[in-house]
């Protein structure tokens, strides 16, 4: 009797398990849909990189419109893209090796960079991608990264509408360089004999609505007093200025930037490059950060103390003007106090954001 009645015990609890199990909801499929997006690559490991390219940047997947295929975009920081197809039931994207990624002849590549096969990403439940497989690029000119695993994980990106976009913005360049193009394979040159820069410059980014709904005109651009045709997507948050000539100028293939938000802009493409023509030299920006000058500039407050105060910057400096002489204090967003002074006066600081004090007033301000 006993044996019976722990049978049916023992009965009972697997019938009780086996419906625990089958009634737990699944978790929801990620979609074709879901998948769209701007991700933050991180390399779970990189094994080769003679090139010294970029191993963590964004990546901005979107639908090319053919069924299950999806684009990366920004691959290494640069110009590069690569496809893949979406599998629904599998939760998987495989990307097929042997694919050719911009003008530079870069291609997707295996262990050994060979030209064979696929590697999948699998979709977890979250939306992240990930990776275990061996892949990367290979130049025809030397470039090469070679990733040993990967994730990509979905962030949350501010929306830029083109309005925003415009103004005037400083650029600083932390990489870059002038190229001689005389030779038949290019070289860096110390001595440049283009009057153009590429280390510090400001240039401005106009709408051009004559050719189209998003398109950019934008005005010295590497020191050049020239207007460069270009183009912005809002969903990309992306702007390419294409291919063309002007005047004494090259630009031979599309070049990108990122919009990181109203007030400014990365440079993280290394094809970011303009040749001239006249003296047979190029001007490449690996890197830059473009800030936009008039932000939160001009902007008058009425403070506690009966004191108005015109708190704004223009080519680097601040400059505080105010009816009667008030006490000012700079700080760093951490709240380091990097100025003090008064008003009428021309404050000098490095390129950056500052909470700037006049009186009782306190404004953010942009340099």
């Known amino acids: 009797m006993k044996k019976q009645n722990s049978f049916k015990t023992l009965f009972t609890l697997v019938v009780m398990a086996l419906f625990a199990f089958t009634a737990r909801p699944a978790q929801a499929a990620v979609t074709l849909d879901d998948l769209a997006g701007t991700y933050t690559f991180v390399a779970t490991g990189v094994s080769e990189n003679p090139g010294n390219l970029a191993t963590e940047f964004d990546v901005i997947v979107s639908l090319t419109g053919n069924e299950n295929e999806v684009k990366f975009s920004n691959f290494v920081a640069s110009a590069n893209s690569f496809v893949g197809t979406f599998d629904a039931d599998a939760q998987t994207i495989t990307v097929a090796f042997g694919q050719y990624l911009n003008d530079n002849f870069d291609m997707l590549g295996g262990e050994g960079y060979t030209e064979q096969g696929s590697f999948a990403f699998t979709v977890n439940a979250d939306g992240s991608l990930s990776t275990d497989a061996v892949f990367g690029i290979a130049s025809f000119f030397g470039d090469a990264i070679l990733f040993s695993g990967a994730t990509l994980t979905k962030t949350v990106q501010v929306d830029v509408p083109l309005a925003d976009v415009l103004g005037t913005y400083s650029l600083v360049a932390t990489d870059g360089n002038y190229f001689d193009m005389s030779s038949f394979f290019p070289m860096p040159t110390d001595d440049p004999q283009t009057t153009a820069r590429y280390t510090d410059f400001d240039f401005t980014i106009a709408a051009d609505a004559a050719s189209g709904e998003n398109a950019l005109t934008i005005t010295g651009m590497w020191g050049i007093d020239a207007a460069f045709k270009a183009t912005y997507n809002q969903t990309d948050r992306r702007i390419v200025i294409s291919a063309q000539t002007v005047g004494n100028w090259d630009i031979t293939s599309e070049v990108y930037m990122s919009v990181k938000s109203a007030t400014e802009i990365i440079f993280d493409d290394p094809s970011f490059t303009v040749k001239d023509n006249t003296t047979s030299e190029a001007i490449n920006i690996a890197a830059a950060t473009a800030t936009k000058k008039d932000a939160g500039s001009a902007v008058i407050e009425e403070s506690s103390d009966n004191t108005s105060a015109l708190i704004y910057a223009q080519n680097g400096v601040l400059y505080v003007k105010a ?32 909470l700037v004090k006049a009186g009782n007033q306190i404004q953010r301000v942009i340099l």
Do not use: W
């Not at 700079?330 to 954001?353: E, F, K, N």
């Open 323 to 354: 009816a009667q002489t008030v006490k000012v204090e700079v700080y760093s967003l951490s709240g380091a106090l990097m100025s003090q002074g008064t008003s009428d006066a021309a404050i000098t600081l490095p390129r950056g954001m500052y």
